[in-house]
């Protein structure tokens, strides 16, 4: 009897530790790549009126979203527009671990240079690996531990090309073994181990603004497993192992500003471009192969916010400044909010509800329901502009300011 006691004892110690693994956001947009929180008994607070700092460390400018591991906390930068910095925190205390760094910086258009020259490609962590894509198209292996690297790609040596006009802004996907990546004017995959390519796809020959800006994606559609690429002109699907494309789609954007991430929604696929619209495509399978189709789509522009969805329909910040919501299914335009917001806003989804987190350093709390703009909440965490993309980790944000790392937290 007491033997049977103590395992138990044991059982539900270790089971409970299992359960209280802190959360991790490891790569673009978090888990599932999709802004969605995975663990149901997350509970978000009902306002924001609990969500202090906790700590707050300075940093060189930068626009890549913060790294959370279950200890660390990884950051990169652009420091005197000559070098970029990668650093690794305590994910606890904040206390700055280590950091390493490599020549690497550029200028992109005018139109585009009041928001600066600044590294924009998020990195991935995995196996104890962090992934850093600098802005000059090189991709370097860190040690998560140590800092010390492990292998680096120069895509513009390797394919002797220029620097894109807009750098490396696509960000690293892991899948087991294996990294994808939209840069060399290509859709890439690669061994993790040591960097080698394993094939490439989709080559631009170097379109007049360079490399793609979105960031793949890995997902069943209908009934295959596929990468999903949203280039500068297109959008296609990949098969993983050898790189072939099984359906293509030509996507107007002006300039080609296919920037958000794309969307899955069962087996269709929803995208909004700059100067295109919004649209949904679907995925089908016969005889001949994959086929796409377009479902629907309407006037309401994007711009760089990647939506959310939930429940049938899409969540979005646009062009206009404004959040919208359509249904799925038809495409209807179900609201606009009124106010205008900042021109960018990075969005997190738990349930029926969402964090949204403006360039303006503001702090959205949202309620998702399809008959009106619902804003439950909003509070100023950041003086600072906050262009990087807002990751959260149960009770914990962490905030990539221009200058800076902040991690917030609320009381559970």
């Known amino acids: 009897m007491l033997k049977s006691a103590i395992f138990i004892f044991i059982f539900v ?93 550029m200028k992109v258009p005018f139109f585009a240079r009041k928001n600066g020259s600044w ?26 531990k140590t800092g010390k690297e492990k292998w680096r790609i120069d895509f513009v040596e390797r394919g002797k090309s220029g620097v894109p006009t807009f750098g490396f802004v696509s960000s690293p996907l892991i899948e087991g073994d294996f990294l994808y990546i939209q840069a060399g004017a290509e859709v890439t995959k690669i061994r993790c ?38 280039t500068r002109e297109e959008l296609a699907g990949l098969d993983l192992a050898s790189g072939k494309v099984m359906w293509r789609y030509k996507v107007k954007a002006f300039r080609g500003m296919n920037i958000l991430t794309p969307t899955i929604i069962g087996d269709t696929l929803f995208t909004s471009t700059y100067g295109g619209g919004s649209s949904l495509f679907t995925i089908s399978t016969d005889n001949d ?26 969540y979005m910040h646009g062009r206009d400044k404004r959040f919208h919501c359509f249904e799925a299914k038809t495409g209807n335009l179900k609201w606009s909010s009124v106010k205008k917001f900042s021109d960018y806003a990075s969005l997190v989804a738990n ?19 399809p ?26 944000l962490f905030v990539r300011e221009l200058k800076g790392l902040a991690k917030l937290q609320w009381p559970q």
């Open 289 to 314: 192969g994959m086929n796409i189709s377009k479902t629907w789509s309407n006037k309401t522009e994007g711009y760089m916010s990647s939506p959310i969805t939930h429940e049938g329909h899409v």
């Open 13 to 105: 110690g270790s089971t409970a530790s299992l359960f209280s693994k802190p959360q991790a956001w490891e790569q673009w947009r978090g888990p599932s790549r999709d802004g969605r929180i995975l663990d149901q008994t997350t509970k978000w607070p009902s306002d924001l009126s609990s969500v202090k700092a906790t700590w707050r460390k300075d940093l060189n400018e930068g626009y890549s979203s913060p790294i959370v591991t279950t200890d660390l906390v990884f950051t990169v930068e652009t420091k005197d527009k000559a070098d970029e910095v990668v650093r690794a925190f305590d994910r606890k205390s904040g206390n700055q671990l280590w950091e390493t760094s490599w020549k690497g910086s």
């Open 193 to 230: 181990s040591d960097g080698k390519k394993i094939w490439g796809a989709m080559k631009d020959g170097r379109a007049m603004y360079g490399s793609a800006f979105s960031s793949l994606v890995i997902a069943e559609v209908a009934g295959k497993d596929q990468l999903l690429a949203q």
């Open 371 to 396: 008959s009106e703009f619902k804003l439950v909440d909003t509070k100023k965490i950041s003086d600072s502009p906050t262009w990087a993309h807002l990751a959260v980790c149960g009770e914990e």
């Open 119 to 144: 590294v924009r490609s998020t990195p991935a962590y995995s196996n104890g690996t962090l992934y850093v894509g600098g802005i000059r198209e090189v991709l370097v292996a860190l040690d998560g």
């Open 351 to 369: 349930k029926e509800r969402a964090l949204a987190l403006t360039a303006d350093g503001n702090l959205l709390l949202i309620e998702l329901s």
